[in-house]
């Protein structure tokens, strides 16, 4: 439209010199500002179109997927799923929302697994803890979540293979080292300060724990491929599920937790079950 | 003295074999002497009994985990059949607890009952000596046994620690590590003391080789010993009883050490010992191949000292970390306060309170009967406020399971806890000391009252009353004339009669309970010339109120 206006306007303009009027030479006055306006503008779009064109040639694939829209379906299917439940805390733009969520840009397709495979997120409510729950999604909508994650700046990537490919022992004692400190000797989780808590591995699977390593969710530090390499975290993986399926050799396991339930169990059964028995005795004899 | 009378001739070849043992060792006197002590039968005054018994087996189990255990702290690479620790490095204390405990037939089975009978134990004790305290029986002539008792507990305590550290764990090194800095921190001697404990810095190659001396053969044989004394005091002093017909501070009411006493003692060990059998094989206890081994740099979560030393860990989890900063570079950690200090006093008092309780009641006579914890409101009220005050630091022991098995912040475990040590002693010496007073005066009125039929009658005037049955003969207004005398007295109609003996039978009667009454009526007749001046309570079968089973009591001869 502001095309055909212009041929219209020089037209006219063209038409105006013959008559050579003043009030027509004020007019021709105007007209060329109004050219050089409408000439800056197309140059200024021209300039514009290029630089689009020059950085989509020079920038990474994926941006350049992004900025000519050739989303694939998962991460459109990704997307629809983020707009319906996670852009009140994360934001439009996954960069997060002050005092909600924190910004996705970067957490990679890792963190997106763990949280939304757990079932931590979508959070039930801000608390100090985000405890494990059924899944709100399903896997294959889990996986248009990390898509769409993963095309929006990146990050940590799921592993691939055997995920308890590693050394039994050495694994365990990377576990003593490394978790035990917050997910007890076992992987039966313990408290943390004001609320928080590491959780138990009771139900968590191989890549969770694996993607948990890679991503550091909540108050557990990243474990990334420089402090403990692929295989470690293999190895880690093993003993973790090794532990969990072992039978308990001495019998009813008591929650694995040692102490203090052994003495619940002295005091409630032991002595529970003495006190019965001296009672009865002193009731018959 | 009760010099045995010849009998005649022995006929049979026991009798004759006896006889020849008994001309040459002359051990007929003392033998029937003891045979014959007589025991009273009260259900509580077998808990002590308990302790006993589980340190038997304690003996008898640990002796066979020695002949596999090797307290060495050398490093030696696992070989074993545990899968997970293969190759793993480890000393060989560790080593040789997962030998016993995979490799060795039965010894899992042994480990396990070893250690429940070691919380059993403590566990015993404990409630054994509540049983002393709130029934009185450690007032005058038994003060030096109460002393021997809080001994004996603290020695126990020492066995459980060194038997806790013993495999060299990461659960137990990381208690001995505790211990390392309780030592520590004591001022002045602290760093001596460690040093002389561990022969050196922390861990050092000599903790675990002096634990296990210190835990099979001092610690055993000084309990060994001073139970030994303990019981030698008990049938020098008698046992105490509980007020009834017939008891005095003069008798003994009860049954015979043989054969009543010693059937029912072997009964209770047979007990004892299927229970700990059943723990050890049903319940998994210490799994030490889950902990891994020991390693100062490894620490896990959850990391408890066993039920005994929990209200130390729960002390110290309370105490504000305040260290006192002296002039001269010199620091008292703020954990020497609430260790050394907290259980020094808290042991300090509990052996010094029969000795406290005398200077402050100024009661210097001699008791054998105990008194009914409702009838000495302030002692039942003190030892419910010291309870409170040891349960807040024992479940605070455990506040971060607690924390996190019912989802309550860590934080404010420690502040209810913090906060329940200062408040809620006092507020359960409050509500015990109301309780007794209430329990007390319940009694008084039933005994001027009588007991509450349940029947309502309708006067001719229209007023409903409830008819109440007198327990014994009533003055001219209707009011009893029974005094308390320290016994039960029944609160119900079908706990009338109740002082008569327990109607023989173990799983069903076998004899007629008229008959039971008659017999008994009988030997009251009897009894009546010899305790004429006694006054006379009451009993219930529950509390062991039998006042004519065991024969005669007997004025105390020996």
């Not at chain 1, 200024?44 to 992004?66: F, I, Q």
């Amino acid at each position: 439209m502001p095309f055909s206006h212009s041929v219209a306007g020089l037209r006219a303009r063209l038409r105006r010199r013959a008559d050579g009027t003043p009030s027509s030479a004020a007019r021709i006055r105007r007209r060329s500002k109004q050219r050089r306006r409408l000439a800056n503008i197309a140059g200024l779009l021209a300039a514009l179109v290029l630089t689009g064109v020059g950085y989509s040639a020079l920038a990474p694939a994926n941006a350049a997927d992004d900025a000519i829209s050739t989303q694939s379906s998962a991460e459109q299917a990704g997307e629809e799923l983020y707009t319906r439940s996670c852009i009140s805390c994360h934001g439009s733009n996954l960069q997060g929302v002050s005092d909600r969520g924190p910004s996705l840009i970067g957490v990679g397709e890792a963190s997106v697994y763990f949280q939304v495979h757990t079932g931590r997120m979508p959070l039930v409510r801000q608390e100090a803890d985000a405890a494990r729950k059924p899944a709100v999604f399903d896997n294959a909508e889990i996986e248009q979540l990390m898509a769409y994650i993963q095309a929006n700046g990146g990050g940590p990537t799921l592993p691939s293979g055997d995920l308890r490919e590693g050394d039994l022992a050495e694994g365990g004692e990377l576990f003593r080292l490394n978790c035990a400190s917050c997910h007890n000797f076992v992987g039966a989780g313990g408290a943390l300060s004001s609320g928080k808590a590491a959780p138990s591995l009771g139900d968590a699977n191989d890549l969770e724990i694996y993607a948990a390593m890679l991503s550091g969710p909540e108050n557990m530090p990243v474990f990334g491929d420089n402090q403990l390499t692929p295989e470690q975290k293999r190895s880690i993986i093993d003993y973790v599920q090794t532990l969990k399926e072992q039978a308990d050799p001495g019998g009813a396991g008591i929650g694995r937790t040692g102490p203090v339930s052994e003495g619940l169990v002295m005091w409630v059964v032991g002595i529970g079950a003495l006190l019965f028995g001296i009672f009865w005795m002193g009731t018959k004899a | 003295m009760a010099t045995a009378v010849a009998p005649g001739q022995p006929a049979t070849k026991i009798g004759k074999a006896a006889t020849e043992i008994d001309e040459r060792l002359i051990v007929a006197g003392p033998l029937r002497r003891t045979l014959n002590k007589v025991f009273p039968d009260h259900w509580s005054f077998l808990l002590g009994e308990i302790a006993l018994y589980s340190f038997v087996i304690l003996l008898l189990s640990g002796t066979y985990l020695t002949f596999f255990f090797d307290a060495s702290m050398a490093e030696v690479p696992y070989q074993g059949s545990y899968a997970p620790l293969r190759g793993v490095e480890m000393s060989q204390a560790y080593e040789s607890t997962l030998a016993l405990s995979f490799d060795v037939r039965g010894g899992l089975f042994i480990r396990q009952i070893h250690h429940w009978a070691a919380l059993l134990f403590v566990a015993s004790i404990v409630v054994h000596l509540l049983r002393i305290f709130f029934t009185g029986a450690f007032r005058k002539p038994r003060e030096t046994n109460w002393g021997i008792g809080v001994v004996l507990l603290v020695l126990a305590l020492l066995m459980g620690v060194t038997g806790y550290s013993m495999p060299d764990d990461l659960l137990s090194g990381t208690g001995l590590r505790i211990i390392s800095a309780i030592l520590l921190s004591i001022p002045v001697i602290g760093t001596w003391a460690h040093w002389a404990v561990f022969d050196g810095d922390y861990v050092g190659d000599a903790i675990i080789g002096r634990f296990y001396i210190v835990h099979v053969l001092i610690i055993p044989a000084i309990i060994l010993a001073l139970i030994a004394v303990h019981l030698l005091l008990l049938i020098k002093q008698k046992h105490t009883q509980f007020p009834g017909p017939g008891r005095t501070e003069h008798n003994v009411v009860g049954n015979r050490l043989f054969p009543a006493f010693a059937g029912k003692a072997t009964a209770l060990f047979f007990i004892v010992f299927g229970l700990c059998a059943a723990l050890g094989g049903l319940v998994q206890i210490n799994p030490i191949w889950l902990w891994g081994p020991y390693n100062p740099a490894q620490v896990s979560a959850g990391s408890q000292p066993d039920w005994y030393i929990g209200f130390l860990d729960g002390s110290t989890r309370l105490m504000p970390a305040w260290d006192i900063n002296l002039p001269g570079n010199y620091t008292i950690p703020a954990l020497f306060w609430p260790t050394v200090v907290v259980a020094g006093a808290m042991f300090t008092v509990l052996a010094l309170y029969p000795q406290l309780e005398r200077k402050l009641t100024g009661d210097t006579a001699s008791h054998h009967l105990l008194q009914r914890p409702r009838d000495v409101p302030v002692r039942t009220s003190v030892g419910v406020m010291a309870l409170t005050f040891y349960g807040v630091l024992w479940m605070s022991g455990g506040n971060d399971v607690i924390a996190d098995k019912f989802d309550i912040s860590l934080n404010a475990m420690t502040w209810v806890g913090r906060i329940g040590m200062v408040v809620l002693p006092p507020v359960a010496y409050m509500i015990s000391y109301r309780i007794c007073l209430g329990l007390q005066r319940h009694d008084r009125e039933v005994l001027e009252h009588g007991i509450e039929t349940g029947v309502i009658r309708r006067l001719p005037s229209g007023e409903f009353i409830e008819v109440h049955q007198p327990l014994g003969p009533v003055d001219e207004h209707g009011h009893g004339q029974l005094t308390y005398a320290g016994a039960p007295v029944p609160k119900k109609m079908n706990q009338v009669g109740g002082a008569r003996r327990a109607v023989k039978g173990f799983f069903s009667p076998i004899e007629q309970p008229s008959q039971v009454e008659l017999a008994s009526q009988q030997e009251r007749r009897g009894l009546a010339a010899a305790e004429a001046d006694e006054p006379v309570g009451s009993g219930r079968p529950s509390e062991g109120g039998r006042p004519s089973e065991g024969g005669r009591p007997q004025d105390p001869r020996d």
